[in-house]
């Protein structure tokens, strides 16, 4: 196989191997980290080592309980991303608007949702903090200004420029964060997204969650432009490059985009360097790295790593770090009994909250309690182009020959296919 062949997952990732001969995060060209930021004071040294325990703690928690089927769909989990998440949050303001992607639990837990609620809502409870109704990748605090998890990648940038423009309308000195993947750079929405962004001045901070894969596909292999603080800069906005294990280097980096963005109404991007120490979901097999990659980037743990700063700078005791540990745990396992034992959502609430459109194009798009299915063609006489494109669409799909062993799934394909590689076993035919 071709080097940057895209099915060539199934080798060792380049680029990302910090013990060997290729340039590590901070070795590559464009801006620099700045290791040496001042320690915390005691008191907020220890808030921000408990929110990165309890955010690590409820993810190991939550992949227990999803191997335990109490947890359904899908579940992205951000163990070793900690230091982003929380250096992220702890640089906001509580206005600050924060949208994220599917793997947001520790965002949401960040911006100080209870973890019942969070834990309840990936058991699909009525107590979740979306009712139940969003699982693991469709969670949203409007109270906490945490505007939602996306399951569909890059889906979350428009709407964060809309948040932003939004926030300008108002004449609010609100700003918004996005986060987003590396693979979402490769996205429509991203260049579209950056571009409005520069040209209507809004105050929105992109932060790349650079944690080196899009599933199982490693950057190298995904995106030509491997530098990715730099991927901005043709739309018009600046980037800046920050180490994703350190979260006293994240809330520095985003503090200063947040106020140029709040100030100047420019927007910014981040690339912060990190690495996802799980497979992509559970169901991952992670046969595109090795486990001495994963074992070299674990020697960077950002919780280890800001709990010894802390002891050795004399802001805490080993005991104190210990225990806090400890108290993350007794949260996160009085969050699995809360959600236990909370119900599911009503029945007869199915169609709570579920948007129709304006009378105009009832039945056309919505659903109610007749049926799941959304009900089609109704009450579109005198709409003539509604009811061309109803007739259009029937005679499209009326008749059509569909081949049902063709099975799109997401998932990470043995063969590096991803999200729309063949199913196991190959495609039909081939
Ligand atoms: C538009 C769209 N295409 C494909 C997918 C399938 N998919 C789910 S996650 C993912 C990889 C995204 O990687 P990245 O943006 O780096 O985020 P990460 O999972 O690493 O946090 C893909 C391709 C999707 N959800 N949405």
Known sequence: MEAGDPTNAGQPSPGVNLAGESPSPQQQAGPRFQPDHMLPDTERGKAVLYRMLLIRRFEERAGEMYARAKIGGFLHL???????????????????????????????????????????????????VSKGRGGSMHMFDAERRFMGGYGIVGGNLPIAAGLGLAATYQGTEDAVVCMLGDGATNQGTFGETLNLAALWKLPVVFIIVNNQFGMGTSL??????????????????PGTRCDGMDVLDVESCVKNALDLARADHQPVLIEAV??????????????????????????????????????????????????????????????????????????????????????????????????????????????????????ASAAQTEGADFDEQVVMREGVARDGGGSFGPPPGGMPGA
């Open 78 to 128: 951000c163990i070793g991303e900690e230091a982003t998440v929380v250096g992220t949050s702890a640089a906001m303001r509580s206005n600050d608007y924060l949208i994220s992607t599917y793997r947001e639990h520790g965002q949401v837990l960040a911006r100080g949702t209870p973890p019942q609620e969070v834990m309840a809502e990936l058991f699909g409870r009525a107590t979740g």
């Open 220 to 237: 190298a292999r995904h995106s030509a432009m491997t530098n990715l603080a730099a991927k901005g800069e043709g739309f018009g906005v």
């Open 274 to 391: 990190t690495y996802r120490f799980r497979g992509h979901s559970v169901a991952d097999p992670e046969e595109y790295r090795t486990k001495e990659e994963v074992d070299e980037w674990r020697k960077r743990d950002p919780i280890v790593q800001f709990a010894n700063k802390l002891i050795r700078g004399g802001a805490i005791t080993g005991a104190e770090a210990e225990g806090l540990d400890k108290l993350a745990l007794q949260e996160v396992d009085a969050a699995v009994t809360f959600a236990d034992q909370s119900p599911f959502p009503a029945l007869d609430s199915l169609y709570d909250d579920v948007y129709v459109l304006g009378d105009q194009l009832r039945g056309w798009y919505s659903v109610d309690a007749r049926s799941p299915e959304t009900q089609r063609g109704e009450n579109i006489a005198g709409h003539a182009e509604l009811q061309r494109l109803a007739e």
